[in-house]
Structures are given as C-alpha cells and as structure tokens.
C-alpha cells in the first residue's frame, strides 16, 4: 500500500541537494535520508523547510515551509515541533518524530497540541523516554526508532594497524569542546606526547564545502582557553568543514574519538557514526551518550575527568585494547540502514492495519 507522507521540519534552510553541498545537522540529514528512502520504497513524499522553493530530487518534493499548502495525507511528521502540525489539513494520522530531547513539547501551548491532537510519538533514544513529560500524553503503541546511519560508515573492514596517537572531536564546537581541549592539555597530552587532536566540528551552515578556511580558524580561538601552552597549541588540528566521505575517512583514521556530551545531545550521530567505523569513543555519561558506547567494550564512559583522560590515554598508547574496541565496535556497533528505518516507519507507523506492541530497536 504507497501512503502520501508529508515530513515538516524547520530547523534550517536547505533541500535535499544540500546534503552533498555543504555541512548540515543530524536533524537536516535525517529528515533528507528518510524521505528519499520512503520515496525509494514508491511512498508519495513531500518535504517542507524553508528551502528557496519547490524542487524534486531522488524521488521527494520539496516545498518552502511558509508558503505550502497540503490538501491531505495518509501521513503527517512533525519533526520535533507539535506547531508544525499547523501545516496538517485534513491529514488522516500525525506522528511527530522526536530528534532532540523533548523539553520543548512540555511548554504550555505545544503540550496542548499534543492533548488535542495526540499524534503518534516516535522516539530516537531512550533517553528521550525518560525525559518525555509525564503529563504529556503518551499514545500507544510507543516505539523507540534509532537514527540509522548512512552505508558509508557501516560493514567496514578492520584495519590491519593501529592509527597513530590521533584523536578526532566531530561535533558542535558549542558541545563542550573548551572543556574538551582543556583536558587535552592539562591531563591526556602530557601522557602522549606527539599526540593530535583533529577538530572537525567547526561548522558554519553558511559555508559550502572547499569555502576558505581563514575565517573557521579564527573562530577556534574562544574555545582556547586563556594561557594555552604553545606545545598544546601545536596539536591542536583545526580543519575545514569537509564533504561527509571525506570526514568519515578522518574520523576512521583515528585512534579514538572523544566527547564530552552535551544535555541537549538525544542520539548524538557523530559518536554513532564513528563506532560504526570501528573507532573506539571516550564520552561522559551525558544525556544520550550511555547508549551510543559499551562502555568496556566499544569504548568507556567516564564521569570524571581523571578518567576520561586515563581512558583516552590508555587507547592512544595500549594497541591490545585499541584492537579489542576496535573489532568490537565493528561487529556491535553497525546500527541500521536507512532502508531499514523507512520499512520499519511503514510497518510502525504508516500501515494503519498493523498494530504491534511497545519495542526498542537497538542501534
């Protein structure tokens, strides 16, 4: 059965061409992946953004947020925010696809949305659950559908040699990469000498890729804190923001990847991404971070600071344990494709003559 699906998200400018031109967030890939892969199951879908007008491309229609008018769906996904189902004429089921943790869908008026029109839930992470409002409605089924990851990170082979002592930071620089880089000097450097920290986070959605770097490498300034020592400085690695192959092949060059978390992090791609690769990860156990590493298997999470050094320290320096995480973050840690996530939202959420009890999809 081909269902209309209409996918309504406000969170940036951009269509589904922007994916190959310039660095976007996890939100702007996901919304971009799913769409294209309900599409290329023979769904009739239907983007609105704030794009710059209406296109099609791979299979999906996009249309300006402000300007669309939807005469009806089988489908309607709010994406994150329950205003958007303002957009939801005559759709016959709503769902909204939760993508960040859901602080927001408890302020007054969206929560009244939520009671009035009690769309379908569909959560990235447990961690969400856990944070949902208690007196928000909760419909049932409730299902919990991790982000997929893209084919190009996923069924690597395992490299024959350690990476050097090379560290890879792949988020939003906002998400503690200051306390990141402090650490870096103070606790994990003088412990690895020769050590590099590689910073691919540094973004700006104004930029297109192969855009001048001088600009993005001034910004890495007020993340330095005051006094850096020069040695510190030195293996410091900004780069500039760089097609998503290119920076997959980055993240897979490096030893280990470290982060600090963020409270507003609900699935968190980078980490997702780079375990997929085979790189071992070192987070804090912040929001969703719990979920995305094993801790002692594919990686740690480590609350303290001390910790969170040793443990890094300890991947750069002990090739048995890097091998160890490694192997196992490629064998755990693949997640699924995003063919799989479009026939699971069919099943779970498109079909209405399938009902199906409340079950978590491990990533």
């Known amino acids: 059965m081909m269902a209309r699906i209409v996918i309504a998200d406000r969170t940036n400018r951009y269509d589904g061409r922007d994916i190959a ?12 992946q799913l769409a294209e892969a309900l599409a290329r199951l023979g769904h009739g879908v239907t983007a609105l953004t704030h794009c710059d007008g209406d296109i099609e491309h791979k299979g999906v229609g996009w249309r300006p947020l402000a300007t669309a008018r939807t005469a009806g769906a089988d489908l309607f996904v709010a994406v994150q925010h329950p205003d958007l189902f303002d957009h939801s004429r005559r759709a016959r089921r709503r769902a909204l696809w939760l993508v960040w943790p859901p ?33 928000l409605p909760r419909p049932r089924p409730l299902d919990v ?38 650490v870096w000097s103070r606790l994990i450097l003088p412990c690895v000498p020769g ?5 691919h986070g540094i973004r700006d959605y104004a930029h297109r890729y192969g855009e001048s770097w001088q600009e993005t490498r001034k910004r890495l300034g007020q993340f330095i804190p005051d006094g850096y020592p020069d040695a510190a400085l030195r293996s410091l690695k900004a780069h500039p923001p760089l097609p998503r192959e290119d ?8 030893r280990v990847m470290l982060y600090g978390g963020h409270r507003a992090e609900a699935f968190c791609l980078a980490v997702a991404e780079a375990q997929a690769l085979g790189v071992p990860a070192v987070v804090r156990p912040i929001a969703v971070l719990p979920e995305r590493v094993r801790h002692g298997e594919t990686g740690f999470v480590e609350g303290d600071e ?58």
């Not at 090739?319 to 995003?338: P, T």
């Open 195 to 199: 050590a590099e920290l590689h910073i």
């Open 247 to 254: 920076l997959w092949r980055a993240m897979r060059s490096a």
């Open 21 to 32: 031109l310039r660095p976007l967030g996890g939100t702007e890939t996901s919304v971009i």
């Open 145 to 182: 559908l991790p982000l997929a990851l893209p084919d190009g990170v996923r069924g690597m082979p395992r490299l024959e040699r350690p990476p050097p002592p090379r560290a890879v930071f792949a988020s939003n620089p906002q998400r503690n990469l200051k306390w990141l880089i402090d």
């Open 306 to 363: 001390a910790a969170f050094a040793a443990r890094a320290v300890q991947l750069m320096t002990d090739d048995s344990l890097w091998r160890a995480q490694h192997e196992a973050s490629l064998r755990h840690q693949q997640g699924w494709s995003w063919d799989d996530m479009a026939r699971e939202w069919v099943r779970r959420v498109i079909d209405p003559r399938m009902q199906h009890p409340r079950r978590v999809l491990r990533a």
């Open 103 to 135: 602080f927001n869908v408890q302020r007054r008026f969206q929560a009244l949305r939520m009671w009035w029109l009690r769309p379908r839930v569909v959560f990235s992470s447990e961690f969400q659950v856990r944070t949902y409002g208690r007196l």
